[in-house]
């Protein structure tokens, strides 16, 4: 997966998916162009999102959400005293 970093017209910056599964140079200069034709700020960079580090990190998101202490590793929910 490709995530573009944008920087918006409010001077917002802002990282969003997109739809490529691969970017090359003279790619990226059309969605450059395209995207400041169409008013919506400036894409300035890009970057090659591996698709199981996404996964691992939303296992992770989902474990500390039920609990998980990374401290103490195990599902004590912040209360650990070590």
Known sequence: M?????????????I???N?????SIL????????KQAGKGDVISWD???SRTEEKKSE???LKAAGWCDKCQTFC??????
Not at 2 to 14: A, F, N, P, V, Y
Not at 20 to 24: D, E
Not at 28 to 35: D, L, S, Y
Not at 77 to 82: F, Q, R, T
């Open 60 to 62: 992770e998101s989902k």
């Open 16 to 18: 969003v998916d997109s």
């Open 77 to 82: 929910y912040g209360d650990c005293n070590k």
């Open 2 to 14: 490709i995530q573009l970093t944008i920087k918006r017209e409010s001077g917002q910056t802002e």
């Open 48 to 50: 090659t999102v591996d």
């Open 20 to 24: 490529f599964a691969a970017m090359n």
């Open 28 to 35: 990226f200069g059309k969605i450059q162009v395209a995207t």
